[in-house]
């Protein structure tokens, strides 16, 4: 099993650049969501999808948006770059809406410059 | 919303020793995890434990919902322990919070 899988590992942006952080899982899940880590900050919740068809915002939704079509991907858009989303992203999976074990990719480091 | 409060921000130790991690929420939860951080930013699952007491080698993890706190306790710390823990819990509207974590720091 792959597990939960996030592309790029690596990238930078230049302000004002869209770009769109992928998430697979292989595991069934219903359950994703997308975070940011920033130093001191811990992990902060973007965006979160209980099932495909049903997204909803975290603390920190402000300029990214999220699409749940298939049970597998969850994809994480920034549609204009700002410095402020620099930060390393990690995308989550779990079983069930009502909490399970989640699991984690192994992340995105974004750079916008 | 959800708070989840850890402490200590920082722990220093020096190998052999002893620690254990706090974890305290401010509502009822679904489920509580214990993460490992490590040096390469890779998050390790330790435990799910939404209740009671698990135990996995030199690390077990205790969590008593009723008092909504959980600990980590890590026994004969080694170098390779190193990195930070992170608690996160579920919360009834269904989204996962983490705790600002621990960094703990096991000198050889």
């Known amino acids: 099993n792959a597990g939960v899988t996030q592309t790029p590992k690596f990238q930078v942006l230049k302000t004002g650049q869209s770009m769109t952080l992928q998430c697979a899982q292989d595991?069934?899940?219903?359950?994703m969501s997308w975070y940011r880590q920033d130093p001191g900050m811990g992990l902060r919740l973007i965006h979160y999808s209980v099932g495909a068809g049903i997204t909803d915002q975290g603390e920190v939704p402000n300029g990214y948006n999220v699409s749940r079509s298939t049970t597998e991907d969850f994809p994480l858009r920034l549609l204009s770059a700002a410095p402020s989303q620099t930060s390393v992203y990690f995308c989550?999976?779990?079983?069930?809406?009502?909490?399970?074990?989640?699991?984690f990719g192994q992340g995105t480091r974004l750079t916008v410059v | 919303g959800i708070q989840v409060e850890q402490s200590p921000p920082d722990l220093i130790l020096q190998e052999g020793a002893n620690s254990t991690l706090r974890c305290n929420f401010s509502d009822s939860v679904n489920n509580l995890q214990w993460f490992h951080q490590n040096p390469w930013g890779q998050l390790i699952n330790l435990f799910y434990i939404p209740s009671g007491t698990k135990q996995n080698g030199r690390l077990s993890a205790t969590t008593v919902a009723t008092e909504r706190y959980s600990l980590l306790y890590i026994s004969s710390s080694q170098t390779t322990d190193s990195g930070v823990y992170f608690c996160a819990v579920m919360n009834r509207d269904d989204k996962i919070i983490f705790g600002k974590g621990t960094r703990l720091h096991i000198l050889p």
């Open positions: 595991m069934n899940h219903e359950y």
């Open positions: 989550a999976s779990s079983s069930s809406f009502e909490g399970t074990e989640a699991f």
